[in-house]
């Protein structure tokens, strides 16, 4: 793939996503995730990939470090372009209101 579509897509993703995702299906509870600092951060870099459902499925033995092996898998594996900055917000959002001690 050419740099400028590699480009384009980068830019249309996240909101493609955010169009589809807002939507719930039929018979199906919209899933929100906590309000708290960080909220954006996360909707704007994990959605793109997966639906949120993940973290609250995954919240009930999350701690700071497996959020981190995480997230680290899906930068370094997955691909995910997630800035160093957003990680720490990711990871900071994550434990305070989905991780346990």
């Not at 995480?70 to 930068?75: E, I």
Request: charged residues 15%; aromatic residues 8%.
């Amino acid at each position: 793939m050419s740099a400028h579509a590699m480009k384009m897509l980068n830019t249309l993703l996240p909101a493609l996503v955010a169009v589809f995702s807002t939507s719930a299906f039929a018979g199906e509870a919209q899933i929100e995730l906590k309000e708290g600092a960080g909220r954006d951060t996360v909707m704007a870099n994990c959605v793109m990939c997966h639906s949120i459902d993940y973290i609250q499925m995954n919240s009930l033995f999350m701690k700071r470090t497996d959020w981190q092996a995480t997230v680290d898998k899906m930068v370094n594996v997955m691909g995910a372009p997630i800035s160093q900055d957003d990680i720490s917000v990711i990871l900071d959002y994550l434990t305070t209101y989905y991780g346990v001690e």
